[in-house]
């Protein structure tokens, strides 16, 4: 699946003054990785946002948000989709990219991957 390249954009510009964010497509989707951990990304014309098992539930509750599927109903519970109408504006966009990095802060440091 391709994703939204203005969404891709906004992504881009919310995260440009934060240290160590990444991107790589992944999934059929364009994701966001701090530090090693993915925090957010881009796939068809909606979010994906990392939030973590504890908050999964909370986040499910707001509107516009489903969960995430891979493959044939499988749902990891630490991330959710969150559709277009749901970060229309900057600021509700700021808050879903916020939630992610905030998880992903909780995570333990990526080990550097040797090169064989």
């Known amino acids: 699946m391709a994703y939204d390249e203005k969404t891709a954009e ?3 510009q919310a995260l440009s003054e934060i240290q160590d964010v990444t991107q790589m ?6 994701v966001f990785m701090k530090s090693g951990h993915m925090c957010c990304g881009v796939s068809g014309q909606s979010l994906m946002v990392r939030i973590g098992p ?12 489903r969960p995430m599927e ?10 959710v989709i969150v559709d277009p109408p749901g970060f ?5 966009l700021a808050s879903w990219i916020r939630r992610g990095l905030d998880f992903v802060s909780t995570l333990p440091p990526k080990k550097a991957k040797s090169k064989s």
């Open 10 to 12: 906004r992504l881009r």
């Open 25 to 30: 497509k992944m999934m059929g989707g364009l």
């Open 54 to 65: 504890d908050a999964y539930e909370g986040a499910l509750s707001k509107k516009h948000v």
């Open 70 to 79: 891979i493959g044939k109903g499988r749902r990891p519970r630490a991330f």
């Open 88 to 92: 229309k504006t900057e600021k509700a």
